[in-house]
């Protein structure tokens, strides 16, 4: 296999960091082991390693490297064979009764067969097959899949293991000297019916050299250093008090107190908290000073690594504790976090953490304001949400109104849930800090202001502006469009803008999706209608979904062309969402986006449909793998580093999505997420408007659900009034991938987006496009539904970011 010079370079860029992005959950000092020898591999990850979710998130590389491959690669003699082609058997078994059972499932739902399957994932089965000491030491790994299109569920082999994996587990733990348990999963698994393994390992999925890293992790030639970006505990312990996963109308009822914020709040103790990992070293983190100046605190911290034998690194982790007047609060928030530098045995380090208290003011529904209420916030360091130290208080004597907004984003009929506050003994001796109110003015904002339209695009046609604001469509395209294949010059891409206006200087803007990467044809030819790629656009999990006679029918339709040259654009896969937010690394973050950018200049795409970081409100949403955490620091921070390496590249950009409050995948082109304006503005935009703030992303994508009974393409008071107005966000705003059929579900009642509709709430673009979506778009223009004005606006932004010089 001969990679490209790029593709070799971006593997060997990676791979010195891929332990950043584990996390070690327990340890007994088995591991790591001091050489490659015999091992027993077992579990269905072994073979069947898993690099990342189904749909957009899929990459077509090169190659994959699994665990049992990366083990042998690494010098270790496999001694399971036979235990590993019995699963493989019993897989295909399991796998051939699913595949039956889907299509009569879509019927009973009442749904459209392809994008049924769409996301539906074979759960873990049980089987029966022997296990007998082989050596010392076993490795077990236990993969989980899910992706676009469906969530997870509750249930044995999904979110819950398997009978067959505990027991398996079981007899491993009684039979062998040495057990690692070892999690190939995109987001959390219940673990609590194998607290006997003393070993256990979060792996992620780390895209082709998955099974290297496992390796490389065991030999100790890499080490884990990452920390949990959501709680991982049973399902029945998180926050139920909203709903999830309904046809049409889902509550979030829990309000603020999503993920750690409840599970400290009732100071419950989650079985792997938020923040939480362990490494082979020990490093320990302490506060050595306290500071404000202004609205901005600083904290110094200094690292020791307190081992004799290992190296590593340690994520220092700032909460602040707001007191609770007229708004209840979270016990704690993450407000700053700062990854340490390698450390070598008994080698210090310190690092500096800092945050504008401003970003941190609660809202008030009220006053229509943003909030610093009048109190003692208190500031605690540690290495987990459930390991912090109170360090110091900063005193504000007054409430302080930091941004003055207006109500805009919708009501709901219920009220949020309330948490009393935590009562707690503080130290007598914490650092006591005051908070100047005049340091803070109030930012005031200007919703009428007028939005610039260039010169180019005054006193156009309705005809050429409505085009210029559809994305460009081929009537053939189908189906394809509605899974990110709808583009014409980039063989794979997910689309692209009109040529409308090249005459003009504005050139057509190809997309591509993400976000593990870019997903583009593997291989492709050329003719004078476009770039067209070789065997389905689909993905490889929807692909094996259909049947025998549709895959048929689908690489008949592809037939390659006499006398014609094929081209390749193998793209790398970088590690999924909740793997890069378990890193706590910002600069690991953007060299990553640095080689999704690379990409694009190689491959001639202008947008990377991604990062997506919405927020984990409940572990099941099936997209939870791309997505960064249940934290919006945690997912602006990420995104905005991403956002940073990609952007590097000049004329390259990214599209940060879903906007907003996309967090779950049943019914998601129909469904209706009621949020109250707080939780809103505090959980759900806080990531996106911190990215947005720091690093301009090119793009925004709406997300396919309702907001408050209104598509979020069509909101108004979110994309307006928020996005425009209160963040002052001039880039491309985008729809997500609609279609002009029915995709919903038996019992939806909620219509699609109106192109018109859409178009007046500023975006650029309605994606994919159809000449039905651009005729209902100029005909809207034309009764005067939508003024031209408004249309011009749109076009606008496009030009301003990629006109031709």
Sequence with gaps: MELKEHERRHLEQMYPYMGEFVVLLKKNGDFPLKEAGEIALYGNGGRFT?????????????????????????????????????????????????????????????ANWITFAMGKV???????????????TAIYVLSRISGEGSDREAKRGDYLLSETEIKDLRKLHERYDKLMLVLNTGGPVDLS????????????????????????????????????????????????????????????????????????????????????GLGYADITVRAEGVSIKGSVVNVDVLFTNTSKGYCGKQTAQLYLSKPSVNLDQPYQELCAFQKSEELKPLESQKKSLSFDLRDLASYDTEKAAYVLEQGDYILRVGTSSVETEAIGVIEVKEDVIVRKVHNCLGEVDFKDLSLPSRKEELPKNLKHLVLDPSSISCEVIDYEKDDPICEELKGESAEKLALLNIGAFDPKAGFLSVIGSAAMSVAGA?????????????????????????????EFFKDEKGAHGLGSSLPETILAQLPHIIRFII????????????????????????????????????????????????????????????????????????????????????????????QSHPGKGVTIKHFAANNQEFNRYYSNSKVSERALREIYLRGFEYCIKKEKPYAVMSSYNLLNGIHTSEHQGLCIDVLRREWNYDGILMTDWIIGRDMSVRGSIYPMPDPVKVAASSHSLYMPGS???????????????????????????????????
């Excluded at 074979?122 to 010392?136: N, Q, T, V």
């Excluded at 689309?495 to 504005?506: I, N, P």
Aim: proline letters at 3%.
């Design 555 to 646: 690489n008949r339709m592809n037939r390659i062309p006499k006398n014609v040259d094929i081209f390749e654009q193998w793209c790398t896969a970088i590690p999924i969402g909740t793997a890069i937010a378990q890193s706590f690394n910002e600069d690991l973050a953007c060299m990553l986006g640095d080689i999704v950018g690379e990409e694009m200049e190689i491959y001639g795409v202008d947008l990377w449909l991604a990062p997506a970081l919405n927020i984990h409100r409940d572990v099941l949403c099936g997209r939870n793998f791309e997505y960064f955490s249940e934290d919006p620091l945690v997912s602006g921070v990420m995104a905005a580093a991403i956002t940073k390496g990609v």
């Design 771 to 805: 000449k039905k979506d651009y005729e209902k778009l100029l005909n809207g223009a034309r009764d005067k539904k939508i003024p031209l004005k408004q249309l011009e606006i749109n076009g606008s932004r496009l030009f301003r970011l990629f006109k031709e010089e």
């Design 50 to 110: 898993i690099k990342g979710g189904t749909g957009s998130g899929e990459v077509n590389s090169r190659f994959f490297i699994n665990c049992e491959e990366g083990l042998k690669e690494r010098g270790f003699t496999v001694k399971t064979a036979s235990w590993l082609d019995g699963y493989d058997e019993a897989r295909k078994k399991l796998k051939e009764e699913f595949n039956k059972g889907l299509k009569k499932a879509a019927k009973k739902q009442g």
């Design 193 to 276: 019916e194998v607290g006997f393994v003393e070993n256990i390992l979060v792996l992620s999925q780390l895209g082709v050299q998955t099974g290297d890293v496992l390796a490389d992790i065991l030999l100790g030639k890499l080490y884990p250093s990452g920390k949990l970006a959501t709680t991982w505990d049973k399902y029945e312990n998180y926050c139920h008090e909203g709903d999830f996963g309904q046809v049409n109308d889902t509550s979030y009822k829990e309000g603020i107190y999503v993920g750690y914020r409840y599970f400290d709040s009732i100071g419950k103790k989650a079985l792997y908290p938020f923040g939480y």
């Design 122 to 136: 074979l759960k873990e089965g049980d089987y029966e097959l022997p296990i007998e000491k082989e050596c010392d």
């Design 494 to 522: 997910a689309g692209e803008s009109s040529d409308v206006f090249t005459e003009k200087g504005l050139r057509k803007i190809v997309m591509a999706d993400g976000p593990a990467g870019l997903r583009l044809s593997k």
